[in-house]
């Protein structure tokens, strides 16, 4: 799960990581406000998913609140890579004297926790890795052990930030390290962390994205959730339950198991067709779960037809074929539906299905050409 910076900015605070003091903002109004309690020259930032925001013109200094009002009203509304932006961080500008680099994440290879440090900061860290990786030190840590305030003191050196800066920026990511582990975070990103002129280490940015799989053990994350979900027909998926990834063609597909799902993907690509969306309505084939699978994929104006491919192993296709036909049956469907059953009781399911506005098919490559010729 990604969230926004001003959420990451709320959980560094917590842990005691050094952060400007600022508000976000949905308003231009509501911006000069927060600058004017302030009282400082203050930062405008676009809250978006999306990193280069300073480069995409997302990012504004303003000495006044009347201009943290004005940056504001240009940036709320902005395009940033696709993004609307809706809301936006004000905060106290930092006097920054250097930038650097610092992150944590998980190195798969190593299967431990890496951070790295560099001096490099406030530029792609994409590409410093690329073309100068000798500019980023970097430290894997022993889950047992932790990090030792030596290993910590070493790799801030080793980055060769500035010397008066090592003794800052080690309690700086001691506070991250703890931060990291205790919200079962996948990555941690500072970048710039700012030097300031007054030789303090504070974060002026910060990118967390925290482990889906650890959410249950987070509940006050809960609010973040919603947020974090840019596409509002994913949302509304998450919100039922289901299962779905938009993918932007015209042949929605409805599957059983994620494997079969994206194997339907597969040989409607391989057809001539771009897959809308990957679905997998999981076990069981109620009439209930197939309309709000069809809700869904139909709720994307792009899909021109829909192909079901569905395995009956416990679920039989009969049922599986009386739940479409009883959910088409209540909704109105404009476009072509073929249905491919195959497995425990398919005769009786495709036997269902005859006479009725749903394409058969045997099997999925059959199924696959059928609706790709159907969508054109
Ligand atoms: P990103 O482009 O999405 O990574 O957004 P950042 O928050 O990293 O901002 C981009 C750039 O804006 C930084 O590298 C800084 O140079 C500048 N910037 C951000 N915050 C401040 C600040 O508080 N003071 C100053 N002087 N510059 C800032
Ligand atoms: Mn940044």
Do not use: W
Not at 296 to 312: A, H, P, S, T
């Amino acid at each position: 799960m990604k969230i926004h910076e001003y959420q990451a900015k709320q959980i560094l605070a917590r842990f005691g990581v050094p952060i400007p003091p600022g508000e976000v903002a949905s308003t231009p109004e509501e911006a000069e406000e927060a600058a004017r309690r302030l009282q400082k020259r203050v930062v405008v930032k676009a809250q978006v998913h999306v990193g280069g925001r300073g480069k995409a013109g997302g990012v504004k200094l303003a000495r006044t609140p009347e201009e943290a009002g004005d940056a504001a009203r240009r940036i709320i509304g902005m395009d940033i890579k696709g993004i609307a932006v809706r809301k936006v961080l004000v905060e106290e500008a930092a006097d920054i004297a250097e930038e650097y680099y610092l992150g944590i994440t998980l190195d798969r290879a190593v299967r431990r926790s890496v951070v790295m440090v560099s001096a490099v900061g406030g530029v792609d860290i994409e590409e410093v890795a690329a073309e100068t990786p000798e500019k980023i030190a970097r430290l894997h840590v022993d889950p047992a052990m932790g990090l030792a305030d030596f290993q910590i003191r070493q790799v801030c050196y080793a980055s060769g930030i500035r010397k008066t800066a090592v003794g800052p920026a080690s309690k700086f990511l001691r506070a991250l390290y703890e931060a990291y582990t205790a919200t079962d975070a996948s990555l941690f990103e500072i970048n710039p962390l700012a030097l300031t002129k007054d030789g303090q280490v504070i974060a002026a940015d910060a990118k967390i994205n925290i482990d889906d799989n650890a959410l249950f053990r987070h509940p006050d994350f809960q609010e973040y959730q919603e947020e974090s979900e840019e596409d509002p027909i994913e949302a509304e998926a998450h919100r039922r339950h289901i299962q779905y990834v938009r993918l932007g063609g015209t042949v929605g597909i409805i599957g059983n198991g994620a494997g079969l799902v994206m194997a339907t993907l597969d040989e409607v690509k391989r057809a001539g067709g771009a897959p809308a969306n990957f679905l997998d309505i999981g076990g069981g084939a109620r009439a209930e779960l197939v309309r709000n699978a069809l809700e869904i994929v139909l709720m994307d104006r792009e899909v021109k037809g829909v192909v079901f491919n569905v395995f009956g192993g416990i679920t039989r296709c009969d049922e599986v074929a009386k739940g479409i036909l009883e959910a088409t049956a209540a909704m109105k469907i404009c476009v072509p539906l073929v249905v491919r059953l195959t497995g425990t009781n398919e005769r009786e399911g495709r036997a269902l299905l005859t006479g009725t506005n749903l394409i058969p098919a045997e099997t999925m490559q059959e199924a696959a050409l059928h609706i790709v010729n159907l969508v054109g």
